[in-house]
T-cell receptor
Framework: AQKITQTQPGMFVQEKEAVTLDCTYDTSDPSYGLFWYKQPSSGEMIFLIY??????QNATEGRYSLNFQKARKSANLVISASQLGDSAMYFCAMREVSGGSYIPTFGRGTSLIVHP | KAGVTQTPRYLIKTRGQQVTLSCSPI?????VSWYQQTPGQGLQFLFEYFSETQRNKGNFPGRFSGRQFSNSRSEMNVSTLELGDSALYLC?????????????FGQGTRLTVV
């Protein structure tokens, strides 16, 4: 079974509008971390935002916020006021304790295209 | 502060050869992780080193190995290359290992096996 599911292979958004990228996860571990990364065509993975399983509030970093719904095992990324430079692949990732090891798993990604 | 540096950026090798990729982490970071990214399998975790010790290992064959030096620089080796090893290999560094530790990635090494 997939541990991280990103159901949107591609998303389109108009510049200056907000967009939500979906991510659901599967774990039985009470301690885990959720991450979002951006990968432009250059290949480098850029860290965007982190949410811990025990965090009470949703994480925010500038224009990025994470809509964390623990009971639904959902960690959606919200990008406000989209910019042309936001066009990239976006990956949701989880790091959990698995037999004492912190094995990270990534979703298949969502391709975001921002239109002018 | 310099970011994560991976060398070389591009590499073409022949099936059956071996290859060594290098990763220099951010100064002060002691954990280095390696990932393989392909269109078919997505991004998969290879292994993680912390203070010269392998801490975590993904589900890859023994042809994939790595090591970390005392200055935290890491190398990844793939022996007996197969066509399916063609991929973008990403390295990430972090201050420590743990489920709540963010990782910073390099630009990757794109390996093509012909």
């Amino acid at each position: 079974a997939q541990k991280i599911t990103q159901t949107q292979p591609g998303m389109f958004v108009q510049e200056k509008e907000a967009v939500t990228l979906d991510c659901t996860y599967d774990t039985s571990d009470p301690s885990y971390g959720l991450f979002w990364y951006k990968q432009p065509s250059s290949g480098e993975m850029i860290f965007l935002i982190y949410q811990g399983s025990y965090d009470q509030q949703n994480a925010t970093e500038g224009r990025y916020s994470l809509n964390f719904q623990k009971a639904r095992k959902s960690a959606n990324l919200v990008i406000s006021a989209s910019q042309l430079g936001d066009s990239a692949m976006y990956f949701c990732a989880m790091r959990e304790v698995s037999g004492g090891s912190y094995i990270p798993t990534f979703g298949r990604g969502t391709s975001l295209i921002v239109h002018p | 502060k310099a970011g994560v540096t991976q060398t070389p950026r591009y590499l073409i090798k022949t099936r059956g050869q071996q290859v060594t990729l290098s990763c220099s982490p951010i100064s002060g970071h002691r954990s280095v992780s390696w990932y393989q990214q392909t269109p078919g399998q997505g991004l998969q975790f290879l292994f993680e080193y912390f203070s010269e010790t392998q801490r975590n290992k993904g589900n890859f064959p023994g042809r994939f190995s790595g090591r970390q030096f005392s200055n935290s620089r890491s190398e990844m080796n793939v022996s007996t290359l197969e066509l399916g090893d063609s991929a973008l290999y990403l390295c990430a560094s972090s201050t420590q290992t743990g489920y709540d530790t963010e990782a910073f990635f390099g630009q990757g090494t794109r390996l093509t096996v012909v």
